[in-house]
């Protein structure tokens, strides 16, 4: 698929160097073809890494992408440059009276606060209650997805004894369900995570249906039942070295972290880690963008006038 960004964006030269189309906003005016329009609200502190994880993730599909990167204006972020952030994200200020076919709510490293500690917490309840009349879907990952079953339906999260650090194993629970088409019975996910959302709290709510869960992380992939709102408890989206980087980081800081499991060949740390999780992270971007964006955005949303005038 080819990802429409800024021409200078980092992660663009880093994509084509690994043969992923990405084009530039220039040639991608000159093409007969309403691409579709994400918004991404990316809370994670090394934003550069994640704009490079997340749009490796939507590379996978025959359809062009539009991606406006969001930041909150409530929250000072110190892990990356305000340069970066004025050259390449919009506020949600900026934004606010916009359509789009989809929005990605990225994890956060906020999750052992309570909800409302949070001091970008009030900017974050605002656009999830904008979601629901200005986007076609929103896809929540970690702490994105905690905080909307939260916020959306009051399921609340609980401490871990330790974090949730690893490469697990899942099982597809509705195979009938186009979020999952083409996955195997079986498939392996990342987790990265001191909390948890608890299956029993889910399955309370009628609009809730849970499509993938692990006898280790909890559950992992759940969806409402009109497919507006998508809820991922790990983060299909990261690469190889992620979790290597995490825990490296941690452990130089003497924090008590223990090695993630399932990741390194032989439990050797000091191998290479082994990448089991992409071809199923790929395929449930994909099948979000195809399913719950591309094909149900309302008409409405549409600049026909735009296209029929070609």
């Given at each position: 698929m080819p990802i429409r960004t800024q021409s200078d964006l980092p992660a663009k030269e880093i994509l084509e160097h690994e043969n992923i189309f990405v084009m530039d906003e220039s040639r991608a005016s000159h093409q007969d073809i309403r691409p579709i329009s994400i918004a991404i609200v990316n809370l994670m502190p090394l934003k550069e890494d994640t704009e490079l994880q997340i749009l490796r993730s939507l590379s996978n599909s025959p359809l062009?992408?539009?991606?406006?990167?969001?930041?909150?204006?409530?929250?000072?972020?110190?892990?990356?440059?305000?340069?970066?952030?004025?050259?390449?994200?919009?506020?949600?200020?900026?934004?606010?009276?916009q359509n789009f076919d989809g929005l990605i709510i990225t994890g956060a490293p906020v999750e052992q606060m309570q909800y409302e500690e949070v001091d970008y917490w009030e900017e974050i309840c605002s656009i999830m209650e904008w979601s629901k009349t200005h986007v076609t879907s929103t896809l929540h990952l970690c702490w994105g997805a905690q905080a909307g079953l939260y916020y959306h339906y009051g399921?609340?999260?609980?401490?871990?004894?330790?974090?949730?650090?690893?490469?697990?194993?899942h099982h597809v629970m509705n195979r009938k369900i186009p979020l999952v088409r083409g996955f195997d019975d079986y498939f392996?996910?990342?987790?990265?995570?001191?909390?948890?959302?608890r299956k029993e709290d889910i399955e309370k709510i009628e609009d809730l249906?849970?499509?993938?869960?692990?006898e280790e992380a909890g559950v992992f992939l759940v969806i409402a039942k009109d497919g507006r709102q998508i809820f991922v408890m790990g983060h299909p989206e990261y690469d190889r070295y992620t979790l290597h980087n995490e825990y490296k980081?941690?452990?130089?800081?003497?924090?008590?972290?223990?090695?993630?499991?399932?990741?390194?060949?032989?439990?050797?740390?000091?191998?290479?880690?082994?990448?089991?999780?992409?071809?199923?992270?790929?395929?449930?971007?994909?099948?979000?963008?195809?399913?719950?964006?591309?094909?149900?955005?309302?008409?409405?949303?549409?600049?026909?006038?735009?296209?029929?005038?070609?």
């Open positions: 062009q992408v539009d991606v406006s990167f969001v930041a909150l204006s409530s929250h000072e972020s110190t892990h990356t440059s305000l340069s970066h952030l004025n050259k390449f994200y919009v506020t949600f200020e900026d934004i606010r009276y399921i609340p999260k609980h401490m871990l004894e330790k974090k949730m650090f690893g490469v697990y194993k392996w996910a990342p987790h990265s995570r001191h909390t948890e959302v249906t849970i499509l993938a869960e692990s980081r941690d452990k130089e800081k003497g924090l008590p972290i223990e090695m993630p499991v399932n990741y390194y060949p032989d439990n050797d740390d000091t191998r290479r880690p082994s990448l089991q999780w992409r071809s199923h992270g790929n395929i449930l971007y994909s099948n979000w963008l195809n399913y719950y964006v591309y094909q149900t955005t309302p008409y409405s949303f549409i600049n026909t006038a735009e296209i029929i005038g070609k």
